[in-house]
């Protein structure tokens, strides 16, 4: 079974620039996640998708970070402007269905804002 | 809202040594709970998970976890640590549909 892949693994960017990330997860998981890990703390929820409808955007700072899954596949998550707190791993993860168990994660994208 | 607390942010022992890693959590519904491992580069792994029944939970790679209600705690054990267990440990309690961890547990592990 293929992991949940994401892309790029590493970007720099300078602060007020924009950038975007992406994540196929498995095939056939219904539900997405979106994380945002900072160095040395754990993984904080971003956002949340069942399908391709929001579940969870509680913890999703609005003003800059937007997100998308079309088809209920594939997700996107867009930071516009950066800033350098927003330094961190990208991980994106996904499970059968809302409520599961069973998350995988992907590798995740380092994200450097200079 | 639910939180999870991890006790140890770093902790440094010698192959062979005992290990517990300490978990406690809050929220006032039914918990499921999950030990993640990140090891050095690589992503977040599942160790083991608790959603009913026996409380003491075997994982893979020789770890295993207890959960206990009434201390709202899942601490992590293993026997006998290796050098290749030198990683991360997360803690992570799912409530209300979310995921959520705790700020993680640095292990080195020296030969």
């Known amino acids: 079974e293929a992991g949940v892949a994401q892309s790029p693994r590493y970007k720099i960017i300078e602060k007020r620039q924009s950038v975007a990330f992406w994540c196929n997860p498995i095939?056939?998981?219904?539900?997405l996640y979106w994380y945002q890990q900072i160095l040395g703390q754990g993984p904080k929820l971003l956002i949340q998708f069942q399908n391709n409808g929001v579940v969870d955007d509680s913890q999703l700072p609005k003003d800059r970070f937007s997100a998308e899954r079309l088809k209920g596949v594939d997700s996107t998550l867009k930071i516009q402007p950066a800033k350098l707190e927003d330094s961190a791993v990208y991980l994106c993860?996904?499970?059968?269905?809302?409520?599961?168990?069973?998350?995988?994660f992907g590798s995740g994208t380092r994200l450097t804002v200079v | 809202a639910q939180s999870v607390s991890q006790h140890n942010h770093h902790v440094i022992l010698s192959e062979a040594a005992s290990l517990e890693l300490g978990c406690n959590y809050s929220y006032g519904g039914t918990v499921n709970l999950f030990w993640y491992v990140q090891y050095p580069g690589q992503h977040l792994q599942l160790l083991l998970k608790?959603?009913?029944?026996?409380?003491l939970v075997k994982g893979i790679k020789g770890f295993e976890a207890e959960f206990i209600k009434s201390k709202f705690s899942f601490n992590l054990r293993k026997p006998s640590v290796q050098w290749s267990d030198t990683a991360e440990y997360f803690c992570a309690v799912r409530g209300y549909n979310k995921l959520i961890f705790g700020a993680g547990t640095r292990l080195a592990v020296h030969p």
């Open positions: 993860a996904s499970s059968p269905e809302r409520g599961s168990g069973g998350y995988t």
């Open positions: 095939s056939g998981h219904a539900t």
């Open positions: 608790y959603f009913s029944g026996d409380p």
